[in-house]
């Protein structure tokens, strides 16, 4: 095991014992609703957006649990948008990290309202002073997170996904829907750290390029794994885009370039971390694993 | 026009022009969701949840621009409420204030985005220095909000009412249930103008009884009108519940008992404002109109 697959199992485990802590089973009448938010986002997934937000933090010697909250929220965050993706109406998804998607094993009305209350779930942990001994640094990490999730940026962006499905997006409509849908969750989560160590413009605007461009990788690299990977390394079915009639970054650039963006991608990202010391390795390894896994 | 039609209007009107401006459509690729986002929240709806927040800053002497922030944040959220409790997995009502609901005026993908997007929204707004100049204050504005709509408020009600649909629920239950759905976002409105006062304790604990019960007497009264009202007026389907089966305080209690029970909470309403001089007489006002509705 490498030094950064260790520190993803340990940043995984650590955000998921939280996680657990936050979300505790019920004997009241909503049980069906907290069993169904612990379905969806406990016990898998990468957490490589909990990663991130841990990594940064280390950049500017945050108190690690601090981190490991905000990591907590972000990901409550992302779980609850991969429930409302996976319904019937959006991409109808049955299968998730392996499992039957939440709305297959609970059902829709259940489904919906748990990605509800995980929202929410998420921000209130943020306002905890357990997050951050100043009120204005929750604050901030509130409205950041409001608007990475909103109408400008992940959910817009999903929009914008679903519209794709009837009409034909050219390579720059793509790259907006990805850097709303999947981008802005990121760059939350990669400028976490720097919200939490209250650093200066230049270590912002650091961690923000890089996380667009390491989003952007991300998603190309997705997409490619749709087209050469397999149901049981991704966790999910694959050629669901192909089948869909979407275009992605694939089926316009082809997989040959597309790899080739991707790797022009993770370059840059890696580039723009340069101002930080050798506590930024994990993120440049991060980064240059993305291409490994679909070469 | 009574006194208190005027107020409502009054306070209507400003919060939707607020609402209005926070939202603005757009040329961009999300424009469907931006659109189905203003046709849900607003040119509609009583806006009582708005009534409650600014009538509750009047008693502390609140900026009312800091009040219809709040008043606003709450609309949106109730809106993306309405949304999702419409959806055909959930109530499955076609029909809202009058119009199509959400899914039928767009499609459902775009409904559960827009009710995701409003949640966030209502989040954001309340982050904004317009909101207060303290940020411990809106900070404990987010807090309660996402307390008030997450697992143990108005989504693990809706949640309870869900299950309700194929179990028999008891009168226990059933407060228990609406305190949940209802409630809470009540009693954060109610309690909102305390918050942005920084009011005292025994402020505090008045408008949470005024609100627990204002809200149990609002199901009441909304549970007869659908038993006893007709859409014309109340501007959805009459009949729902009975259709569905559900259990509901009519059901159990019959007509004459649930109008006196209404009629019982509404003085205790009005009761817990004791404290409060004559600004609050609006708030008593409303309370007792309640029950004038269904006489």
Redesign the interface.
Known sequence: MSDLDSALAAAAADVERLMDVVLPTTG???A???DA?RYASLGGGKRLRAFLAIQSARLFGVDARCAIRVAAAIEFMHA?SLI?DD?P??DDSDLRRGRPSCHKAF????A??A???L???A??IL??EGTHER??V???L??DL??A????GM??????D??GENTALDIG?IT??QR?KTGELFAFSAGAGATLGQAGPRARAALHGFAQEFGLAFQITDDLLDVVGDADTTGKPVGLDAAAGKATFVTILGVERAAEQAGLLVDQAVHALDIFDETADFLRALARRLVDRVN
């Not at 959910?155 to 914008?160: D, E, P």
Request: without cysteine; charged residues 20%.
């Open positions: 009241d009448a909503e069906p609703l907290i938010m609850y409302h319904l109406a959006m059902d829709e009305a259940t919906i309202l990605g509800d209350a929202q929410s779930l921000f209130e306002t905890d009120t204005g929750r604050l901030q509130v409205r409001a608007h999730v909103g109408a400008g959910a817009g962006g999903q929009m914008i679903m519209i409509a907006r829907l709303m």
